[in-house]
């Protein structure tokens, strides 16, 4: 479904990105895993449009779309639920929702996919009418994914969806996030918290500064040595 | 009775520099940019205005339509060239093209115009002296005022309810949100410039109807007065500029009937300097609170 091939990115004169490769099926949930600063976030920002790739290709369903405008990519089916949620505070939840549905004319596939997302995360049809920066950190990521499926995408980047919250609602939304892969979309998720994201991949990649370092079956890292020195807590 | 007079003018004097704020306020909420050449936008549409009604021989509705649209142009015309090109660039060389650019509006429209005043013609709209409760109102004073309201009213309309006006205010939040989102934040900014350039080139055409005097330096001070009423209702505030641009009318025409006209000006910014002094975020800015 996407496949990245050999791209640098460069912040000014700084090299975020070397040379990674990497592939997603359709269907499937890949995590990025890697330490803070190893450019995950850039890689996912490089795939949704927000950077330029120097080098490389990316090929969504086997059309180039390295370099394109972020509303390409977007009409083409990705969306990317950015880190830190990025949601717009001084806007009412509803509003939100709607700005996710931006380049959609199709009225009823519209109104069919608020409905989903509601059923998804009742939490957002109780508080509606609310300004979006009242919400608590659980509901705002809530909302931040919610907007992001109303593109309908078939290709969703998760960016630290965990972030900054309670145990539970972590759990809770990593339930969510399984779900919308079983109803049809692809996932790509990247995580600091390795354990939790290997325990619903179903393929991850390891980020070091930059690069892939290593790859495989979530199964397999999870129990390799190397991985629970480095990102696991040990043993 | 002679207060409520005042306070009427003050309020006409007020819906002016409202439009022009509102132009500043949404342009800077946009692309943190204070636009000095908008002052001049009001300047080209009083002019722009005066030629629809005088050679084209509109009537008060059709003009301004008109300036509106050719305003509006004006303003995408000026963004594509002068400002979107120092879209990355610091703020401060934003800031000076800007002031370069109003210079070049103002000269260049002398340059090839010439300096000399015109006067709007007085049967624009009627004059008729309306009576009400023993104040006596002069019917051109509420048809502008009517205007005014109206245009913001409207203004209000596309800000919240359209899909532009989403757009809008979704990329002054957090522009590469906007991105993900699928929004154009070029065209919405384009968008931006056009509607505050119309209220502007709307601001022009009343100001030239009320005051009758137009010329091409004309738009330098109310240019000033509606950047200190954005800031003082808090600049990028779109209810801020409709407030503050009333308030500093009202407070004007309050000092000018008190008998100390000549200080009308510097009044103007003796309520910017309090404001930046004492509540530098304006009548509706709140603290934002820093991004985590």
């Known amino acids: 479904m996407l496949k990245v091939e050999g791209i640098d990115v ?30 995950k976030s850039t890689l996912l920002k490089t795939i949704s449009g927000l950077l330029k790739p120097k080098h490389g290709k990316i090929l969504y369903e086997g059309k180039s779309i390295a370099g394109k405008a972020a509303q390409t990519i977007v009409k083409q089916g990705i969306s990317h639920v950015p880190e830190g949620r990025r949601i717009f505070a001084n806007m009412t939840v509803e509003e939100n929702l709607e700005l996710g549905a931006f380049l959609r004319k199709d009225k009823a596939g519209i109104k069919q996919d608020l409905d989903k997302v509601y059923e998804l995360f009742p939490r957002l049809l109780e508080r509606l009418k609310q300004q979006a920066g ?56 990247v995580e600091q918290n390795a354990n939790l994201a290997l325990s619903i991949a179903d393929r991850a990649y390891v980020v070091e500064t930059g690069r892939i370092v290593l790859s495989g079956d979530a199964e397999d890292l999870t129990a390799s040595e190397q991985i629970k020195m480095a990102y696991l807590g040990g043993h | ?54 050679i084209l021989d509109l009537t008060f509705f059709p003009a301004l339509l008109l300036t509106m649209a050719v305003t509006a142009l004006f303003g995408v015309i000026i963004e594509r060239i002068a400002y979107k090109p120092l879209r990355n660039a610091t703020r401060i060389a934003a800031l000076i093209t800007a002031i370069g650019v109003s210079l070049l509006i103002e000269y260049g429209f002398i340059y090839f115009r010439g300096a000399q005043p015109e006067a709007y013609p007085a049967d624009v709209l009627p004059t008729e002296k309306i009576s009400i409760l023993g104040v006596s109102i002069n019917s051109q004073s509420i048809f502008i005022l009517l205007t005014s309201v109206v245009l913001m009213i409207i203004l209000q309309f596309v800000v919240h309810k359209t899909k532009i006006g989403k757009a809008m205010r979704a990329v ?46 004309m738009g330098i001070i109310p240019g000033l007065k509606a950047f200190v009423a954005a800031v003082l209702g808090g600049i990028g505030i779109i209810p801020g500029a409709m407030v503050g641009g009333l308030l500093l009318g009202v407070v004007e025409s309050l000092v000018s009937a008190a008998g100390y006209s000549l200080w009308r000006d510097a009044v103007a910014f003796i309520v910017l300097i309090l404001i930046l002094i004492f509540l530098p975020s304006g009548l509706f800015g709140k603290n934002r609170r820093e991004k985590v």
């Open chain 1, 10 to 39: 460069f912040y000014g004169n700084i090299q975020a990105i070397k040379g990674v490769t990497l592939e997603i099926n359709e269907g499937e949930i890949v995590t990025l895993i890697g330490a803070n600063g190893a450019g």
């Open chain 2, 1 to 54: 009775m002679e207060l409520i007079q005042q306070l009427i003018n003050g309020i006409s004097l007020g819906s002016i520099y409202a439009l022009i704020a509102l132009g500043y306020t949404m342009v800077y909420g946009i692309v943190k940019l204070i636009n000095f050449a908008h002052g001049d936008v009001f300047m080209v549409g009083a002019f722009v205005g005066f030629y629809s009604i005088t």
């Open chain 1, 134 to 189: 009242t919400l608590s950190g659980g509901e705002q990521q809530m909302l931040a994914m919610g907007r992001a499926l109303m593109a309908r995408p078939r290709l969703l980047l998760l960016d630290e969806p965990s972030m900054g919250l309670a145990p539970l609602l972590v759990k809770t939304i990593f339930r969510i996030i399984e779900e919308i892969n079983q109803t049809g979309t692809t996932i790509l998720l």
């Open chain 2, 172 to 217: 002054s939040f957090d522009a590469e949100a906007a991105r993900l989102m699928g929004i154009n934040v070029n065209n919405t900014i384009s968008a931006t410039f056009a509607i505050g350039s119309a209220l502007a080139g709307a601001a022009g055409v009343i100001f030239g109807i009320y005051y009758s005097k137009i010329e091409p330096l």
